[in-house]
């Protein structure tokens, strides 16, 4: 116990020494931006890892597909921006459903490994579509962004602003799913799918709520993607778009409800600091996961919370 | 579309020969890697996401073997030995301390050694497309077989590929070995309490299963790019196989492997913009009517 606390002393403290040398920092409101749309697809995702118990792999699938029906409405013209993110979300959210109903009653591993293989299907789909999506080099041409009760997207403040506002509307909602009994359900497929199933609850209708509820919040935080970047690009959903997403629940807890935000600001500080030190990415980023996965064994939020149980319980 | 194209292939004998031979040959080299999958699962009960990297790792390997020695054969058995190792050593330090721990945990640290083999490759091999081209000394006009082409080297690779599945089968079939790992399958507790160090069993076999990865990119180094990041389309094609196949079933494996290179060779001519799709059409077909796969056992 006391080397696993020196050891997340240690890498919290070179979180900490991260924020102030100012390496990579790349100005308040783009981080702004990008915190709301990272951690908006972790929190997402952890509807499903962290109180549901589905392990998707294929998460990025939805922010890809929000991303890119949202920036197909906004060129075809004669959308405003309001109706094009809900025909987005919902365009999404039919996605998940057909690929849910086909994976949330499998087991496991079946599932992690067929989110997986969907996800990689729809990206294949968008490198050969080129007539539709442009292919690998992305959605080009820019997203128009038509002002709307007064936000004016194209400036960066309000872009950040409406970010956050999406954001804590969705940590707000998700946080009532989660309190509601339906939420209760949810943990319970987690912890016993078989005790649900004999108290009458209908394991698979209840995953497959759940799996279309995280994809479309997913969606929304791959509109803000594309309304950040201007388009929309094959990497959306690819397969280490969904690998990021679940390193930073893992860096932030998973059983934290808030996990998986602190996990997001973890890894975008983390990945611009790396960035601008080394080319060699991947390298740092692997190793890094590796020593929290096998050092800690579970997110750094998870393992300050147990800590601080553990403490309690040993107080007289 | 090119339906008529596909019919008019089907019903001639010699486009029948060529396509059945490029899908054999595509199928077998699938079957290296999905049987290697499925094996580690069916042992260690481990979902190897980064399986596909020790297909990309013998594939470099074979290069640069290749550039050294000039030699095919040196070549495909660095790229075996040297997957094989490199999995030795994964197993042994990293993947060893996750058996039994949940999906998550596997997927995470899998992550994290993708990560690392693509940055890896990237630093020694640089980032650009290489390819080995197929060698000079196995350069041979082709066969005509019915009037349909086939070229040496994918009869060669055939004959390569059907070769390791059969000394495969017989391993796993007849010797002691064998049936050492199937028992450790079912019951690991009761193999060690007979005395055998089951530690090096799971060690050996995930050599085996990322050896078999690293056949499979050795072997097709010849006719593929070789780039970082190789790994991913033949890893979701090896989770396609084994889903067909039924997870842990060495013949669902071969049979759906067959299944895919067809589908890949002949829907290239019917239809190339959705070969992948029929892929994932089948899968959910097979999903929906036998959830279990074709090998597999029902209720599993």
């Not at chain 1, 804590?168 to 989660?178: A, K």
């Not at chain 2, 499925?38 to 020790?54: D, E, K, M």
């Not at chain 2, 070229?151 to 390791?164: D, E, G, H, K, S």
Request: charged fraction near 10%.
């Amino acid at each position: 116990m006391a080397r696993d606390i020196l050891l997340a002393g240690v890498i919290l403290a070179g979180f900490l020494g991260l924020e102030f040398t100012g390496l990579g920092s790349s100005g308040l409101l783009d981080f702004a931006i990008r915190f709301a749309i990272f951690g908006l697809l972790a929190m997402s995702l952890n509807l499903l890892i962290g109180t549901t118990g589905l392990v998707s792999f294929g998460h990025a699938a939805y922010f890809g597909m929000g991303a890119y029906s949202f920036g197909l409405l906004m060129q075809s013209g004669g959308w405003s921006i309001p109706a094009a993110i809900a025909v987005a979300i919902l365009a999404t959210a039919l996605l998940a459903l057909v690929v849910g109903a086909l994976c949330v009653r499998l087991s496991e591993i079946y599932f992690a490994f067929l989110t997986l293989a969907f996800q990689m299907l729809l990206h294949s789909l968008i490198l050969s579509w080129i007539g539709l999506t442009g292919g690998d080099q992305g959605l080009m041409g820019g997203i128009p962004k038509p002002a709307f009760w007064g936000i004016e997207l194209a400036k960066p403040a309000h872009l950040a602003g409406f970010g956050m506002f999406c954001l804590l509307l969705s940590v707000v909602l998700l946080r009532q799913i989660i309190r509601s009994p339906f939420g209760a359900a949810l943990r319970m497929l987690r912890d016993n799918p078989d005790r649900a199933g004999f108290l009458g609850l209908s394991v698979y209708r209840y995953r497959l709520a759940a799996f279309v509820i995280a994809g479309a919040f997913a969606g929304l935080s791959g509109v803000l993607m594309s309304l950040y970047v201007s388009g929309a690009f094959p990497t959306f959903a690819f397969w280490t778009t969904s690998g990021e997403a679940i390193f930073m629940i893992m860096l932030g807890g998973i059983q934290v409800f808030l996990g998986p935000l602190v996990g997001t600001a973890i890894f975008l500080l983390l990945n611009d600091w790396i960035t601008a030190l080394t080319e060699h990415h991947g390298l740092f980023m692997g190793t890094i996961l590796l020593i929290i996965t096998l050092g800690l064994r579970k997110g750094l939020l998870d393992f300050v919370m147990e800590w601080r149980a553990a403490r309690r319980r040993a107080a007289p | 579309m090119e339906l008529t194209e596909l019919a008019e292939c089907v019903t001639s004998l010699s486009c029948l020969v060529t396509q059945s031979a490029a899908g054999l040959t595509i199928g077998m080299l699938l079957f290296l890697v999905a049987s290697g999958l499925t094996l580690i699962f069916g042992v260690l009960g481990l979902v190897n996401f980064a399986h596909g990297s020790f297909y990309m790792m013998g594939a470099y390997f074979a290069l640069a073997a290749y550039g050294v020695t000039e030699s095919f054969a040196v070549a495909v058995l660095a790229g075996i030995v040297g997957a094989a190792l490199l999995g030795l050593v994964f197993e042994r330090f990293l993947l060893s301390r996750i058996y039994g721990q949940d999906v998550l945990m596997q997927l995470l640290v899998c992550y994290g050694i993708i990560l690392i083999l693509d940055d890896a490759v990237k630093i020694i091999w640089g980032a650009d497309f290489r390819s080995m081209g197929v060698p000079d000394s196995l350069r041979h006009p082709p066969f005509i077989i019915a009037g349909g082409v086939v070229p040496y080297f994918y009869a060669i690779l055939f004959a390569i590929t059907a070769v390791i599945a059969a000394v495969l089968a017989f391993g796993m079939g007849r010797t002691r070995f064998g049936r050492i790992v199937r028992a450790a399958a079912i019951n690991p507790g009761m193999v060690g309490a007979l005395g055998i160090n089951t530690t090096l069993v799971y060690a050996s076999v995930f050599a085996i299963g990322a050896g078999l990865a690293g056949a499979a990119g050795a072997l097709s180094a010849p006719i593929r790019s070789v780039v970082a990041g190789a790994g991913v389309s033949i890893l979701i094609e090896s989770f396609i196989v084994t889903v067909i196949g039924g997870m842990g079933s060495i013949g669902g494996a071969l049979a759906a492997s067959l299944i895919l290179g067809f589908t890949r060779s002949f829907g290239s001519i019917g239809f190339p913009l959705f070969v992948e799709g029929a892929m994932f059409i089948i899968m959910a077909l097979v999903l929906i009517l036998r959830p279990s796969g074709l090998g597999g056992r029902r209720g599993s």
